[in-house]
């Protein structure tokens, strides 16, 4: 029997309606679970239309590349960063831990977020009264901080000139004295110069104010730390007066001679960084008020120190951190904090940089 036009056409519309799962499913079932329709019917006069969902796209937990920055080591060599819990929350960031800031050359270790008490450490005899009271402070975000502080040649090559009085002609040849000194014959202290365990040979800048650190910030795009963030990473979860024995970790009164000397010299603290006590005295971010920290006895977040104010006679300068070669050696613990007007040079006085990720 011949089928007309209009049957061809109303058969084409049946086969359309019932879909093309009915007729696979009866010329192959086995492949009945890899078959996909486009429209499935409810009953064979509803077509009903199934909505095929987008696969979900896990989102990266990898964080975007630090363009200022070029990656020395991702993961922390956990012979510098002697602390365990410290190592394992770098790894969690999922940011590089040792980097170079392609802008000035200067070597920069990253600090993860944390909880540490800031002020007077327990039992510590030397403590001052603008150390009290000890009180919680939390780190929220991870930053880098120059391992070292900044030196003469970094400052030289970002600035144009030298304004340091410490200065010597080969900052090399000086080290080797000096280790010649503390008792190695001059073959060890040139093998021990140039080793690769080095991390510079030349001298911290100084005779900066804080107008000049900050200068030196914003041409280079990096930033100065506030006095919570230098603290914390200068305890490096320690929280004793200072890291070390005096004279191993820092360049201090007793035993610089009366001069400053070459950075990364003595021990570093749990975080990898060096001359965190010692050597020249740091400026932080901080305007200096002695007693701050009585507001903040219940615990802070991500202190900034206090607001400028004209009005207010107790805001003195500038917070130094650190201590140094010049003052007393009680001046080089992790608490210390001394207020200075930030237009004045010193030949005592350096800084180190900070930047956020």
Known sequence: MRLGYSAISMMLCLWATLGATSLAQKSDTSHQSATTSVLAPATVSTPVLITQTAPVTKQSSEPAALLWAEVIEQNPNPKVVTDPNLLQRIVDTK???RVKDKATGIEMLLV????????????????QENEKPAHPVKISKPFYL?????????WVAAMGSNPSICKVENPN???????????????EAQAKTSSAAMVDSTLAVD?????DAQQFCDKTGLLLPTEAQWEYACRAG??????????AIAWNPGNANKTSHAVGMKAANALGFYD?????WEWTNDWYEGAYYKASEKGVVDPQGPAEK???????????RGGGWVGFPYGCRASYRYGYDPERRYYFIGFRVARNP
Request: aromatic letters at 6%; glycine letters at 10%; a negative charge.
């Open 310 to 320: 004209t009005n207010r006679t107790d805001i003195t300068g500038r917070v130094l």
């Open 146 to 154: 120059g391992r070292t502080e900044v030196t003469q040649p970094q």
């Open 207 to 211: 005779t900066i104010s804080w107008i």
């Open 173 to 187: 040849d000086a080290l080797i004295a000096m280790l010649m000194k503390d008792g190695l014959t001059k073959e």
């Open 276 to 280: 965190m006590l010692g050597n020249v």
């Open 95 to 97: 940011l590089p831990w």
């Open 112 to 127: 993860p977020p944390g909880k540490f008490t800031m002020g007077m450490s327990s039992l510590d005899g030397d403590a």
């Open 238 to 247: 320690n929280n004793q007066p200072r890291y070390g024995e005096l004279d």
